[in-house]
């Protein structure tokens, strides 16, 4: 039997934790299953993040873990360097057929990180192959997250992040950000109002010239930065003055793809064909860590050029294709497909957006936005403590049973795609009742 005792917390230098506030109330998890976590003293937990974005199809489902199980005992390694095991193969087809238009060839990584740093990689050794390589400038976005590499760290925009770390990528510049309550506070689904900040991409093409230029990198739906949802029309403007000047765009969809806007990806929801796409979170419902790019067949062809045996694209991570995650995400797009959970999120947003709209008016709250099965509620800050406030939200909603998310004073829900309305009522209404008690 296994001993109840408390783990000595001193050795694990815990990611994005306050470790030392952290180690004095600890929040342990035991056991997870569909829409609940256990934690390690037996309460229950309504999911209400889907892990870190990442559980789509709910927790510790049957297929994927004897998905995992199997494969683990039948093949625990296999090089995907000048190898392959059929399985590798097998998923980047399927995936590439979910995925719109001709994003037809996928690069495997292991995270959402290591998914961007490719896809930069990949833009900018593309431009060069194709004789254009003056083109080393990268675009992001403020308040953009592209994970923690020095590439995504680089393009990315939240300044928490970056200032700790040295000047980063060189040749970097960076969007404004679509946020402004003054306009578009209480919006639910796409604000009205912001497409035209696209069009400081043509300000930085005048500053710059388009001929320096690789790449623009966005979140078609910023999410951890606080939910930030794109104005209409300002991806289509991106994408326009991107073609217009023959600089490749890469949508980071490590949150947005696996139907957590209600559409397999962010392609589908906004109707926009970017050359690049990053993926990881929700391709294998966060069991095993596995990432993947998708690439036009242009990016994809313009490789495959110089003499034969010319290895084309010198990259890659020793677990790239790794066949347990393979079958992890395998497993994973099954579930998807018979639940029908990669458009589940459009029946229900209606019934998400009302019931996130129901909080407007309670202490604090100075904006509410949603898309899909995604909420941002923001509250105003303490004088002199951002954060404060909306992290004794997430302690005293994980007291009571509820996992929510936190970024600076903003709640993000993004529960799994097995979510029904009874969880939503059960979700909104403590999180409603906990909201009526922070001063
Ligand atoms: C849009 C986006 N890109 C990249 C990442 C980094 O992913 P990972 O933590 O798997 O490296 C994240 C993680 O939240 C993300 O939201």
Redesign the pocket.
Known sequence: MLENRTPDLAAFWMPFTANRQFKANPRLLASAKDMYYTASDGHQVLDGTAG??CVNAGHCRDKITKAVQTKVAELDFAPTFQMGHPEAFELASRLAALMPGPLNHVFFTN??????DTALKIALAYHRLRGDGARTRLIGRER??????FG?LSVGGIANNRKHFGPLLPGVDHLPHTHNLDHNAFTKGEPAWGAHLADELERIVTLHDASTIAAVIV?PM???TGVLIPPQGYLQRLRAICDKYGILLIF?????GFGRLGTPFGVNYFGVQPDLV?T??GLTNGTI?M?AVFATDAVHDAFMTGPDGAIEFLHGYTYSGHPVATAAALATLDVYAEEGLLTRGAELAPYFEDAVHSLRGLPHVIDIRNIGLVAGIELQSRPGAIGARAYEAFVKCFEAGLLIRTTGDIIALSPPLIIEKHHIDTLIGQLADILKTLV
């Open positions: 870190l974005w995270s959402g990180s290591e998914s961007v953009g997250y592209h994970g923690v590499g995504g979140e910023a999410g951890s980071d969809e490590v949150i947005c990053t990881a979170k860590p990432g």
